[in-house]
Structures are given as structure tokens and as C-alpha cells.
């Protein structure tokens, strides 16, 4: 699987947008850019994953350039329950293929 | 729907001591994973398991060993513990239609 470049920490004023970018330049054809968040100590929570288009769901939306070789979580309205270590992994769409974590962006979302 | 269960949720175990860490999951999923991870890094895979019957080692597999005997459950058991396996575990499972992994609230175990 490709490997992900994370920031290690960023800031993000609660109810603004907290834009979370991620490199991943040696992505092959067939692996999808997964992200998962993790609060405090608690299991990770699955938050979104795409292709090559641009994918939103009610948690998230994920921007993957036309190259794919780098991509943006955005939390359109940060609250101070977005405070967590977000992880961006990319993986192939086998089946049960292994989720590999970096050390991924501490969020701070601040009052 | 319980999704994925760990117990117990806190240990304490002497070095040399043995346990077993018991992770459930109620999803019919085929495929479950252990994870470790250790304070302020990312997780790390231990072992994981395709189906029953299957197991596989990850990226850290050493003092450890796992069975799978059936669906809903893939202990991992801790022989001779050691400082070195003080972290925290995480169990995940995966099935055919699910977009992510669901994971585990954890087990916090203390080698002492």
C-alpha cells in the first residue's frame, strides 16, 4: 500500500472549517484514500473513503486532486467534538485488505 | 447491535504472567483484526483473520498468538508478558458491504 504524509498537528477554530490535507504520491490505480478519526484513546470511527472523485457524506467531505496524488478532509463546521487524530490511508479495494496507520494529524478544534 | 466487543477493558499482569485478550463481534463479519498501540503513535497491526480457521501474522506478531475458531470471536493470547507489551489493544472487524473497519473500544493493558 502507498504511504501518506500527514501534518502532525493543526488548529481549527470551533465552527469554522478544519481543512486536513494528505500526500500520498505513490498511490497506484486501484488503492482509495481512506480516512479514519480517533478520539482520545477511544477505537478509531471510520470517516469517509473515494476513488478519484470527490465523495461527501454527513460526517466529511474528501477532495482528491485530478493526479491523486494528494488529498483534503474537510469538516465543513469544526465542533470541539472534531478534536481528535485524524489518519488518511490509502488502501486497495481488495477484500479485508489491511488498514496500515501512519501517525497521522492531531486536530485541535479550539472555543 | 453490539458491533465489535473487547473485554476487558483495563489489565494489570506481572512479567511472565499469560492472558487472554477476547474481542466478539456480532456483524457476521468474515474478516477481524488486533491491533496494538503504544502512547502518542499510530496502530500497528498484530495479527488478523480472513474468515474462521484462518489466521495470518501482521507487522508485529512476536508474544503473541491468535485462534479463530468461529465467526463472532478472535481472542488473542499474550504468553510470558513482558514491559514491552504494555499498550493499548484494539480489535477491528470487516465485511462485504462495509466501508470501514469498525473497531473496538480497546483493552489498556499494564505489564508490570
Known amino acids: 500500500d502507498a504511504k501518506t504524509t500527514q501534518p502532525p498537528s493543526m488548529d481549527c477554530a470551533e465552527g469554522r472549517a478544519a481543512n486536513l490535507p494528505c500526500n500520498h504520491s505513490?498511490?497506484?490505480?486501484?488503492?482509495?484514500v481512506y480516512w479514519y478519526r480517533q478520539i482520545h484513546s477511544q477505537g478509531p470511527q471510520y470517516i469517509i473513503h473515494g476513488l478519484k472523485n470527490n465523495e461527501t457524506n454527513e460526517m466529511a467531505s474528501l477532495i482528491i486532486t485530478e493526479d491523486r496524488k494528494s488529498s483534503t478532509l474537510i469538516l465543513p463546521h469544526a465542533t470541539l467534538r472534531d478534536t481528535a487524530v485524524y489518519y488518511c490511508?490509502?488502501?486497495?479495494?481488495?477484500?479485508?485488505?489491511?488498514?496500515?496507520f501512519g501517525e497521522g494529524t492531531q486536530l485541535t478544534v479550539n472555543p | 447491535n453490539a458491533g465489535v466487543t473487547q473485554t476487558p477493558k483495563f489489565r494489570i499482569l506481572k512479567i511472565g504472567q499469560s492472558m487472554t485478550l477476547q474481542c466478539a463481534q456480532d456483524?457476521?463479519?468474515?474478516?477481524m483484526y488486533w491491533y496494538r498501540q503504544d502512547p502518542g503513535m499510530g496502530l500497528k497491526l498484530i495479527y488478523y483473520?480472513?474468515?474462521?480457521?484462518?489466521?495470518d501474522k501482521g507487522e508485529v506478531p512476536n508474544g503473541y498468538n491468535v485462534s479463530r475458531s468461529t465467526t463472532e470471536d478472535f481472542p488473542l493470547r499474550l504468553e510470558l508478558a513482558a514491559p514491552s507489551q504494555t499498550s493499548v489493544y484494539f480489535c477491528?472487524?470487516?465485511?462485504?458491504?462495509?466501508?470501514?473497519?469498525?473497531f473496538g473500544s480497546g483493552t489498556r493493558l499494564t505489564v508490570v
Open positions: 490511508i490509502v488502501r486497495k479495494e481488495t477484500s479485508g485488505s489491511r488498514l496500515t
Open positions: 483473520s480472513v474468515g474462521a480457521g484462518i489466521t
Open positions: 477491528a472487524s470487516w465485511g462485504t458491504g462495509s466501508y470501514g473497519y469498525t
Open positions: 505513490t498511490i497506484s490505480g486501484n488503492e482509495y
Open positions: 456483524m457476521n463479519h468474515n474478516y
